[in-house]
């Protein structure tokens, strides 16, 4: 069984930094793009950021320059810096990743439970 684990939110102060951690653990014969994604209250889940495998990154205009995404390929790991954070953060962050669980397997979207941020002072 895949699972995406997330962690590392809390509360923070505007201007403030926060650093998200996203395990995958399981029966895991590869992973391609990894994202991280973001639900604000009564909103739609956005995109954040992605990276592949090869480490190419992409990030949504409002958090380039803030945000940075990074993977551990060989620990199943990603990560996200966030910087100079802004109240417009707040959300429950959630891990994506695509996964093939065995040879010749059609890879699969997993997701993680979330995890939130606050940014408020």
Do not use: H
Not at 53 to 76: C, E, H, I, W
Not at 91 to 102: E, G, H, M, P
Request: aromatic share 10%; charged share 15%.
């Amino acid at each position: 069984q895949v699972q995406l684990l997330e962690s590392g939110g809390g509360p923070v102060q505007p201007g403030g930094s926060l650093g998200l951690s996203c395990a995958a653990s399981g029966s895991i014969f590869s992973i391609s793009t990894m994202g991280w994604y973001r639900q604000a209250p009564g909103k739609q889940r956005e995109l954040v950021a992605t990276i592949e495998s090869s480490g190419d990154p992409t990030y949504v205009d409002s958090v380039k320059g803030r945000f940075t995404v990074s993977r551990d390929n060989a620990k199943k790991m990603m990560y996200l810096q966030m910087n100079s954070l802004k109240p417009e953060d707040t959300a429950v962050y959630y891990c994506n990743a695509l996964i093939t669980v065995r040879y010749l397997a059609v890879p699969r979207d997993y997701w993680g439970k979330g995890t939130l941020v606050t940014v408020s002072s």
